[in-house]
C-alpha cells in the first residue's frame, strides 16, 4: 500500500489539514501581535506614569512580566550600557553574572522582597557589586515585577579600607601592647581581644567574661578606687581616666593605665563602655629613677648652692683685703711712681680675678633659675662714658684705635638692669680688643623704638681681629667652651659670651655674631629698655674724697666685721676723711656698742660667729633707737636673694666686698646726706705722650744705649718679669716717662710689642 499513489480523498484530507493549521496558527499570530500592542501601549502608559522616577532616580529600575523586561528607567541605561530596545528582549537574569543567576532566580520566585547583593553585568562585560531589592505588583490584570538595583562600588571600596584600617589599627594596638575591651553595662559582661588577656597574664579559657572576674584581678589597694571611677564614668560624672595594678597568677604585680568613654541612648541611660588597656610598669620604674635621680639633683643643686655661697664669702673676703689695703695705700703722698704702679698692678690683678669669680657665680646663679633683673633708673649718657673711659686706655695701650659713636635719639635717661648691662658691655668690648691686635674695635649705638614707653638699646661692637669660623660660631655661646683664638692667646675662661647671653635673655634681648676668618667680627646687642627718670637718678662722683666739709656734725660709725683686715680697710678709710669709728667683732657684740655708744650709721657683716648679722640687725630694728639709726649691709655674698633679704629687714643700703672706696663713702653719703671734698682733677689730657703719638716712643727708644736695649730683649724671650721691671727702674731720670711705658706695657703683659718696640733700635 505505500507504493500506491495518493488518492483524491487523501489529497483532500491534507489539504484540510494544512488549512486548519494555518488558521489556528495564523490566530495565534494575531493574538501575539495584539498582545505586542497591548504591551507598547502598557510600556508607553507605564513610562509616562514613571517618568518622574525614570529621571530623577539613581538607582537602575526594571519591570519585568515572567521574567522578561518590559521596561528600564534612565538609570539601568546608563549603568548597564543597553537601550530600551535591547532591554526587552532580555530576562532580568541577564543583567547578573552566571554564578549568581540561580540565587536571584530563586529570590525572584519566591517573591523575596528584602535587599541582597549580587555581582552586576554590564554590557561591556564589566561587573560591578549591587544591591538588588525586588517587589510584585498586579496591573491591569497582570502581575509585575519591580526590581530596582544599586550600584554599591563607593560603599564597598569604603568598607574595604575601614576593614583594612581596623586590620591595621588591631595590629598597632597589638604591637603597642594596648589591649582593646568592651563592657555591656546591662548584662554587666565584659569582652576582651587578645593582648587584654596578655596584659593580665590569664588565658582566654580561664576568664568568665563577668565584670567581677576582672575586678578579681586589680590589686586589693586600688581595687575599691577602679571600681568607684568605673561607676563615676557609668553615671556621666566623669571620663574614666585611670591607673591601677593587677596581680597576675604568678603572684607579680604590673601598672596598668586604663581609658574608656560611655556611650548613652537616647534617654541618656549607659549602654557599654569602650575603653584601652596598656602596661606601664616599665614607665613607673622609669618614673622612680627620675624621681630619685630630680630629688638628688634638688639635694646636689641645695650643696651646690651652699658651696658658692661659702665660695663667695670665703673668696671674697681675702680679695677686699688685697684691694682694700691697696687702695689705702694709694692714700699714701709718700708711696714712689714705681710703688704706685706696683700697686695698680696688685688691684688691677684682684679685680681681674674678681670678675671670674663673679661670671662663674652669676653662671651657676642663671642655671638654677635664682637669678632676677634688677631694673633702676640709670644715666644712659654717663654710662657709656665710663665704658668709653674704661677701655680707651686699654685700647690704646695695644696701639688700637677705638671709636665709640652714639645716636641722636639716645634718651638720657633709661630704666634698665645697670650692672647686668655693665657686665655684657665689658664681656663684649673686652674680647673684642683682647682678639684685635691691629686696627681698632667701634661700639656703635642706637634706639629702635617699640612704643611711647618700651624700646630696644642696639649695640654693636665691631671689631677688625683674627674672625670666628663659621663652625666655631655655633659654640661660641656655650658654657667653657673658647675659640681657636682663645686658646691661642692662653687666656679666658670660656665663660664671659655664655654669662653675656644668658643675662641678654634675661633682660628679654639677645646676642647675635657674624664674623670673617682674618676680617674681624660684629657682636650684636639687643635688650628692653624703658623709659626713665631724671629725679630718681643718683649721682655718683669718681673723684677720691679727700676728708668732710667743714660744718658738719661729728658722724659716728659701728662698723661690725668678724675679720680683722676687713675691720682695719675699712675703719682706716673712715678715719682718714673724719669719720668717727667703733668696731665689733659679732652680732652680740654690735648690739652692746649701739646701746652704748649711739652711733649715727651701721656697717654691718651678714656672716658672723656667735650672732650674725641678720640676728643682730633684727634684734636692733625691734627698738626705737635701732628704728632711726641706718644700717648698711656690707657683705661678702653676691647673690641677690641676700640683697632682698637684707632689704625685708630694713636696712637703708647694700655693699657688697671687695668694694671701691668710692663705693663705700657714695653709700654713706647717700643714707647720712654727708658732703665731701674731693680730690682735684689731674689733666687727663697731659698724662702720656705715647699714646697720642706712637712715632714718638720709637724715636726715645733708639736713644737708649744698645747694652740695656739687649738685656731687656733677653729678659722679654724667657718672660723674666722681675728683671725687665728692674731695668727698666735702673734707666736715667731723662728717660723717665719712657721708663714708665715700658713698665705700664710690662704690667699689662704685652711683651710682643715690647720686643717690636726694642726691635727699632737696630733698624
Not at 72 to 88: C, I, K, P, S, V
Not at 273 to 297: P, R, Y
Not at 705 to 729: C, N, S
Amino acid at each position: 500500500m505505500s507504493n500506491q499513489e495518493p488518492t483524491t480523498k487523501d489529497l483532500f484530507e491534507e489539504l484540510n489539514q494544512l488549512k486548519h493549521d494555518y488558521n489556528s496558527l495564523n490566530e495565534a499570530y494575531q493574538k501575539e501581535l495584539s498582545w505586542h500592542k497591548q504591551a507598547e501601549e502598557e510600556l508607553v502608559e507605564i513610562k509616562e506614569k514613571y517618568r518622574g522616577l525614570n529621571e530623577a532616580s539613581f538607582e537602575a529600575i526594571f519591570i519585568s512580566e515572567k521574567g522578561l523586561c518590559i521596561a528600564q528607567n534612565q538609570a539601568g541605561e546608563r549603568m548597564f550600557g543597553y537601550t530600551d530596545e535591547e532591554a526587552l528582549v532580555r530576562y532580568g537574569t541577564e543583567w547578573i553574572v552566571p554564578e549568581d543567576r540561580d540565587m536571584v532566580m530563586n529570590n525572584m520566585l519566591r517573591g523575596y522582597e528584602l535587599p541582597y547583593e549580587a555581582t552586576a553585568l554590564r554590557k561591556d562585560g564589566t561587573t560591578f557589586p549591587c544591591v538588588l531589592r525586588g517587589k510584585m505588583m498586579y496591573y491591569k490584570g497582570k502581575h509585575v515585577r519591580v526590581t530596582s538595583l544599586t550600584d554599591i562600588t563607593v560603599r564597598k571600596k569604603a568598607e574595604e579600607e575601614v576593614k583594612q584600617v581596623s586590620t591595621r589599627l588591631a595590629l598597632a594596638a597589638r604591637a603597642g601592647g594596648v589591649g582593646v575591651w568592651e563592657y555591656n553595662v546591662a548584662n554587666n559582661f565584659l569582652v576582651w581581644d587578645d593582648q587584654m588577656f596578655a596584659l593580665y597574664g590569664i588565658k582566654r579559657e580561664d576568664f568568665s567574661g563577668v565584670y567581677d572576674a576582672w575586678q578579681a584581678g586589680v590589686h586589693p589597694g586600688d581595687r575599691e578606687r577602679s571600681n568607684q571611677e568605673i561607676q563615676m564614668a557609668i553615671n556621666g560624672e566623669r571620663e574614666f581616666d585611670s591607673e591601677f595594678r593587677v596581680c597576675w597568677p604568678d603572684g607579680s604585680v604590673h601598672n596598668i593605665r586604663a581609658l574608656a568613654t560611655v556611650q548613652f541612648d537616647e534617654a541618656g541611660n549607659p549602654l557599654r563602655m569602650i575603653g584601652t588597656n596598656w602596661d606601664i610598669t616599665q614607665q613607673k620604674k622609669t618614673e622612680e629613677v627620675l624621681l630619685q635621680a630630680t630629688q638628688e639633683a634638688k639635694i646636689a643643686n641645695k650643696a651646690k648652692s651652699i658651696f658658692l655661697a661659702n665660695m663667695s664669702h670665703e673668696i671674697r673676703t681675702p680679695l677686699n683685703a688685697i684691694i682694700g689695703f691697696s687702695q689705702l695705700m694709694n692714700r699714701d703722698q709718700q708711696l714712689t711712681e714705681i710703688q704706685k704702679e706696683y700697686n695698680g698692678s696688685i688691684v688691677r690683678a684682684g679685680e681681674h680675678l674678681l670678675v671670674l669669680i663673679n661670671n662663674i657665680l652669676e653662671l651657676s646663679k642663671v642655671e638654677a633659675g635664682h637669678i632676677e633683673t634688677n631694673p633702676s633708673n640709670m644715666d644712659l649718657v654717663s654710662f657709656f662714658d665710663d665704658i668709653q673711659v674704661l677701655f680707651k686706655e686699654r685700647a690704646q695701650s695695644k696701639h688700637l684705635q677705638f671709636i665709640f659713636e652714639t645716636a641722636d635719639n639716645l634718651p638720657r635717661y633709661i630704666f634698665a638692669d645697670e650692672h647686668k648691662l655693665r657686665q655684657i658691655f665689658i664681656n663684649l668690648i673686652e674680647n673684642a680688643i683682647k682678639f684685635t691686635d691691629e686696627g681698632g674695635v667701634a661700639v656703635r649705638t642706637r634706639i629702635n623704638q617699640i612704643n611711647s614707653n618700651i624700646s630696644n638699646l642696639i649695640v654693636e661692637i665691631q671689631d677688625s681681629g683674627s674672625g670666628i669660623s663659621e663652625i666655631e660660631i655655633k659654640n661660641l655661646f656655650k658654657h667653657f667652651v673658647q675659640t681657636s683664638s682663645g686658646l691661642r692667646k692662653g687666656s679666658g675662661s670660656g665663660l664671659g659670651l655664655a654669662l653675656s647671653q644668658e643675662l641678654a635673655h634675661l633682660m628679654n634681648g639677645n646676642i647675635a655674631v657674624s664674623s670673617e676668618l682674618g676680617k674681624g667680627s660684629i657682636f650684636t646687642l639687643e635688650v628692653e629698655i624703658k623709659e626713665g627718670k631724671n629725679e630718681a637718678i643718683q649721682e655718683k662722683s669718681k673723684k677720691k674724697v679727700i676728708y668732710l666739709e667743714k660744718d658738719q656734725q661729728n658722724y659716728r660709725i659701728l662698723i661690725v666685721d668678724d675679720r680683722e683686715e676687713n675691720l682695719m680697710v675699712v675703719v682706716n678709710l673712715l678715719k682718714m676723711v673724719g669719720f668717727e669709728t667703733n668696731e665689733a667683732t659679732n652680732g652680740e657684740e654690735a648690739i652692746a656698742k649701739f646701746e652704748e655708744w649711739n652711733p649715727d650709721l651701721i656697717l654691718m657683716d651678714m656672716r658672723m660667729p656667735v650672732m650674725d648679722g641678720y640676728e643682730a640687725t633684727r634684734r636692733i630694728k625691734l627698738t626705737e633707737k635701732g628704728l632711726q639709726t641706718p644700717i648698711i649691709a656690707l657683705t661678702a655674698s653676691s647673690f641677690e636673694e641676700e640683697r632682698q633679704r637684707t632689704r625685708d629687714l630694713g636696712m637703708q643700703g647694700h655693699i657688697r666686698k671687695p668694694f671701691r672706696e668710692s663705693e663705700l663713702f657714695g653709700t654713706i653719703g647717700m643714707v647720712l646726706n654727708v658732703k665731701y671734698r674731693y680730690e682735684e682733677e689731674k689733666n687727663l689730657g697731659t698724662t702720656d705722650k705715647y699714646l697720642s703719638d706712637e712715632r714718638a716712643i720709637e724715636t726715645d727708644i733708639k736713644q737708649l744705649p744698645d747694652d740695656l736695649v739687649k738685656k731687656m730683649q733677653e729678659a722679654i724671650a724667657v718672660a723674666d718679669f722681675d728683671h725687665l721691671i728692674e731695668l727698666t727702674q735702673n734707666m736715667n731720670a731723662e728717660f723717665s716717662e719712657l721708663a714708665r711705658r715700658l713698665r705700664t706695657l710690662a704690667n699689662n703683659f704685652d711683651y710682643d710689642y715690647l720686643q717690636k718696640l726694642l726691635n727699632k733700635k737696630e733698624q
